[in-house]
């Protein structure tokens, strides 16, 4: 058995020839950049979120060709100390005009072959991040299946198209199968203990993805597994009763998350009472919903299942004060990757590498000295 550190929501910003994939994603996104960022960041496995897209299963192919990726027996493909996981992330309508996102993992390049054939009709641009779908929930999961996929619900509780965060209560509601599911990726702004007080997540493992738009966003958030080989099929067998395989998920701090709490875009308001907050307690119009609210407001259980892998909380490099993007490459490059940087590596280290604001700051953070505002309406939490 290994421990097998993986993020498996990257974008790709655009192929090899130029052409844009996830069009609000950083260019600079590519599968050579991942991989490379990834290894930096100490990570063993990566999923792409894009692998269905033309532009990059023809990437893709190319690699395979000249043996730069190379097939896992049980799925999954190595680049180097990287697995590559493949998948793909599809938008998917509810009643009302709602709408969430699904990823689909799937084995090996002729899966997603066999899925991107089937999604082609069904989307309006083939070559393009997270289209929105023209068929329901049951015909997406029955094609994920059909194609030996594991089907995930992405950011589930994110009021901006997470499936309990804007679509529903139960699964069931959108889903005629839902224990098809595998698992539920919890999201920046949820952690594991907020997920539970929903009774209808307790069925599924949960997850911890960065869904990075950008290379340094990518590992701020991860799952540890713990595998007898690093391949597709071990991976889906450790998500079997609610993530047998899983031994912890590390995650954002989910206060510092982009639509923690409520916000009133009229008055700039953030909700701060102990409830959820659904409508400005200023002016009355409705706010733009907090992920903590809405899960205060479909919570329906108190269990806390003991058996569950335990929701570490960081706070990423690069929202310490002091530490900007060119200091955080330089510590991720000459001190080690991202946690080892936080918790264990020697001031002294940190200071050679980012210099003495950087040091001072995870010093502050270590012994908790540092102040955390909650983040909401868009905007990333803070911390001083
Ligand atoms: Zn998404
Ligand atoms: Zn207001």
């Known amino acids: 058995m290994a421990l097998v550190y993986a993020d498996l929501h990257i974008h790709i910003g655009k192929t090899k020839r130029g052409t844009p994939v996830k069009i609000p994603a950083s260019p600079a996104l590519t599968l050579e950049t991942i991989v490379k960022t990834a290894q930096l960041k100490g990570l063993q496995m990566v999923g792409i979120a894009d692998a269905a897209c033309s532009g990059v299963l023809a990437d893709l192919e190319a690699l395979l060709d000249r043996g730069t990726i190379e097939p896992v027996t049980g799925g999954g493909y190595r680049w180097g100390q990287i697995t590559l996981l493949l998948g793909s992330e599809v938008e998917i309508g509810h009643d009302g005009g709602k709408e969430a996102h699904f990823l689909g993992f799937f084995p090996n390049l002729a899966?997603?072959?066999?899925?991107?054939?089937?999604?082609?009709?069904?989307?309006?641009?083939a070559a393009l991040s997270t289209q929105r779908l023209k068929a329901d929930g049951n015909t997406w999961l029955q094609a994920v299946a059909a194609c030996g996929g594991v089907a995930v619900a992405a950011h589930a509780f994110t009021p901006h198209k997470g499936v309990y965060g804007s679509c529903v209560r139960r699964l069931g509601e959108m889903f005629a199968c839902p224990e098809q599911f595998a698992a539920l990726e919890l999201g920046l702004s949820a952690d594991t203990a907020m997920a539970q007080t929903i009774a209808d997540t307790h069925r599924y493992a949960y997850l911890a993805n960065s869904d990075a738009h950008s290379p340094a966003s990518i590992g701020r958030e991860f799952t540890v597994y713990e595998l007898p080989e690093i391949s597709f099929r071990a991976w889906r067998n450790a998500l079997r009763n609610r993530g047998q395989g899983i031994a912890a998920l590390h995650g954002m701090t989910p206060l510092l998350g982009r639509y923690h709490r409520s916000f009133c875009a009229s008055c700039g308001v953030l909700a701060a009472e102990p409830r959820a907050v659904l409508s400005c307690p200023h002016c009355g119009r409705r706010m733009i919903t907090g992920v903590w609210d809405r899960v205060h407001q479909i919570a329906d259980s108190s269990e806390q299942a003991p058996d569950r892998p335990p929701y570490k909380a960081h706070v990423p490099l690069a929202m310490l004060p002091g530490i900007g993007p060119a200091t955080c490459t330089k510590l991720l490059q000459e001190v080690g990757p991202e946690l080892?940087?936080?918790?264990?590596?020697?001031l002294e280290e940190i200071r050679r590498g980012g210099g003495l604001r950087a040091a001072a700051s995870i010093h502050r953070f270590r012994t908790g000295q540092l102040t955390l505002h909650p983040g909401g309406g868009g905007k990333y939490g803070k911390v001083t």
């Open 111 to 125: 899966a997603v072959q066999d899925y991107a054939a089937w999604i082609g009709p069904a989307v309006t641009n």
């Open 340 to 346: 080892d940087i936080l918790y264990h590596a020697p």
